[in-house]
Nanobody, 126 residues
């Protein structure tokens, strides 16, 4: 099992930027993909972005392409989410997640992930 701790959330005005970080421990970080999810009030948790173990493959939800960037530093066991041009609809609790095993595909479904951080609140004011 891997332990995940997110940081970097906060309150920002629309059009602003935030950078979320997730520190991983307890497992060989470089051997598995990572994902960022978010859950807005009254809504289901949805995938934001995912990145392969090497960083060579990434995925973004359609509505976020061009605004969010996922990256990872395997030497530091961290995965980051750079969020630019934030909108009020981006307000949510953001979670980083790791799959329970090494997969041959980039995991995009919540069910693919077994380890979750505690979440960090991102609030975008209009």
């Amino acid at each position: 099992q891997v332990q995940l701790v997110e940081s970097g959330g906060g309150l920002v005005q629309a059009g602003g930027s935030l950078r979320l970080s997730c520190a991983a421990s307890g497992r060989t970080f470089s051997s598995f993909a990572m994902g960022w999810f978010r859950q807005a009030p009254g809504k289901e948790r949805e995938i934001v972005a995912a990145i392969s173990w090497s960083g060579g493959s990434t995925y973004y939800a359609d509505s976020l392409k061009g605004r969010f960037t996922i990256s990872r530093d395997n030497a530091k066991n961290t995965v980051s989410l750079q969020m630019n041009s934030l909108k009020p609809e981006d307000t949510a609790v953001y979670y980083c997640a790791a799959p329970t095993r090494t997969l041959r595909y980039l995991p995009l479904k919540e069910a693919d992930y077994g380890s979750w951080g505690q979440g960090t609140q991102v609030t975008v004011s209009s």
